[in-house]
T-cell receptor, first 111, second 116 residues
């Protein structure tokens, strides 16, 4: 158990819908990262937050957004969902530049 | 630009054999970190090791060992006396540290199957 929690574990929804994925980092970790794992794109970095502020952005679509709250938990919002958004979404957390510990992931299926 | 290449897509070995997973990276930074993660069939990503660019010492942890060679931009991972529980997808990753961002760039992974 990495100490990073993600909910829900599975999510099935329809095209055009909007979903919110939630992540709670390990105790003491200020950085939260979101990654997407799909068959065609592999593991891709989406976005990083540090203590509530956006710190880095990767290949995140404009339809996706994220935020980190004062209690350090983070949410990833995915809107206008398309079939191609079906993937495993991971959250990770770290202390500064140290190793990132990953949550169990949320498997999103868009039908 | 940064890039991580894991040329071996799939490897199968018989239990108790040794196996080496290759990782080659590209970066323009002089300060960076290299990682290995394991993704078992259950799907989670398990951290195995982090190595910074200034530390070229090899590391051994039980049956696992890592060989970091800056001259060839490689960070290879060897499992000695493989076991069925080692069956997983293994990812090599690179992190460039700039302006406080240290997101990971992953290779495409190597699927290891250990046959009993």
């Amino acid at each position: 158990d990495s100490g990073v929690t993600q909910t829900p574990k599975h999510l099935i929804t329809a095209t055009g819908q909007r979903v919110t994925l939630r992540c709670s980092p390990r105790s003491g970790d200020l950085s939260v990262y979101w990654y997407q794992q799909s068959l065609d794109q592999g593991l891709q970095f989406l976005i990083q937050y540090y203590n509530g502020e956006e710190r880095a952005k990767g290949n995140i679509l404009e339809r996706f957004s994220a935020q980190q709250f004062p209690d350090l938990h983070s949410e990833l919002n995915l809107s206008s969902l398309e079939l191609g958004d079906s993937a495993l979404y991971f959250c990770a957390s770290s202390v500064e530049e140290n190793e990132q510990f990953f949550g169990p992931g949320t498997r999103l299926t868009v039908l | 630009a940064q890039k991580v290449t894991q040329a071996q897509t799939e490897i199968s070995v018989v239990e108790k054999e040794d196996v080496t997973l290759d990782c080659v990276y590209e970066t323009r930074d002089t300060t960076y970190y290299l990682f290995w993660y394991k993704q078992p069939p259950s799907g989670e990503l398990v951290f195995l090791i982090r190595r910074n660019s200034f530390d070229e010492q090899n590391e051994i942890s039980g049956r696992y060992s890592w060989n970091f060679q800056k001259s060839t931009s490689s960070f290879n991972f060897t499992i000695t006396a493989s076991q069925v529980v080692d069956s997983a997808v293994y990812f090599c990753a690179l992190s460039e540290v700039w302006a406080g961002a240290n997101n990971l760039f992953f290779g495409t992974g190597t699927r290891l199957t250990v046959i009993p």
